[in-house]
T-cell receptor, first 112, second 113 residues
Framework: DAGVTQSPTHLIKTRGQQVTLRCSPK?????VSWYQQALGQGPQFIFQ???????QRGNFPDRFSGHQYPNYSSELNVNALLLGDSALYLC???????????FGDGTRLSIL | TQLLEQSPQFLSIQEGENLTVYCNSS?????LQWYRQEPGEGPVLLVTVVTGGEVKKLKRLTFQFGDARKDSSLHITAAQPGDTGLYLC?????????????FGQGTTLQVKP
């Protein structure tokens, strides 16, 4: 039973560029949430997708956007990258309305 | 803004010692979860507490949810080097919210042999 998978594992970008991170939820899950974890900090909620729509959003600018596909996989897009966007980006999946959320191992994004 | 204050941020102890990690808030949470995260990996769920005053045990780990559902603690008895890692508490605020986990800053635990 495959867990949550994220790609790529690591990514290096420069300021101003755009990036797309990908997530496949755990088998049987239909809801995907994205979190940003800065070094030495706890994860911060970016947004959640269910039925291909953004259902909840945290305190992140519009540069952060997402998408969910009919197969429940999801993408996180970040435009106009800033140095402060350097972080571990975590994807978590669950069944709608249920806990707990299962986390992937994240994508480490470094901005130069 | 709902916040979870976790303390201490860092803890370095000898094998065999006991320790307690605290997670406090001024807000009520419908449930609270504790995760452990290893370097290069995502958080792994240890336990979920839902009822005020609830106590759950997982081998040498004891988790407690405050009566008012605003705080929680994790107690480890006779810590072992394998317990080393980042411990995170995370709460689901209010009612009807099933997605937005609020995380504490984390507690980095190092257990020396």
């Amino acid at each position: 039973d495959a867990g949550v998978t994220q790609s790529p594992t690591h990514l290096i970008k420069t300021r101003g560029q755009q990036v797309t991170l990908r997530c496949s939820p755990k088998s049987g899950h239909d809801t995907v949430s994205w979190y940003q974890q800065a070094l030495g900090q706890g994860p911060q909620f970016i947004f959640q997708y269910y039925e291909e729509e953004e259902r909840q959003r945290g305190n992140f600018p519009d540069r952060f956007s997402g998408h969910q596909y009919p197969n429940y996989s999801s993408e996180l897009n970040v435009n106009a990258l800033l140095l402060g966007d350097s972080a571990l980006y975590l994807c978590a999946s669950s069944l709608v309305g249920e806990q707990p959320q299962h986390f992937g191992d994240g994508t480490r994004l470094s901005i130069l | 803004t709902q916040l979870l204050e976790q303390s201490p941020q860092f803890l370095s102890i000898q094998e065999g010692e006991n320790l307690t990690v605290y997670c406090n808030s001024s807000s009520v949470f419908s449930s609270l979860q504790w995760y452990r995260q290893e370097p290069g990996e995502g958080p792994v769920l240890l336990v979920t507490v839902v009822t005020g005053g609830e106590v759950k045990k997982l081998k040498r780990l004891t988790f407690q949810f405050g009566d008012a559902r605003k705080d929680s603690s994790l107690h480890i008895t006779a810590a072992q080097p394998g317990d080393t890692g980042l411990y995170l508490c995370a709460g689901l605020p209010g009612s009807g919210n099933t997605g937005k986990l609020i995380f504490g800053q984390g507690t980095t635990l190092q257990v020396k042999p």
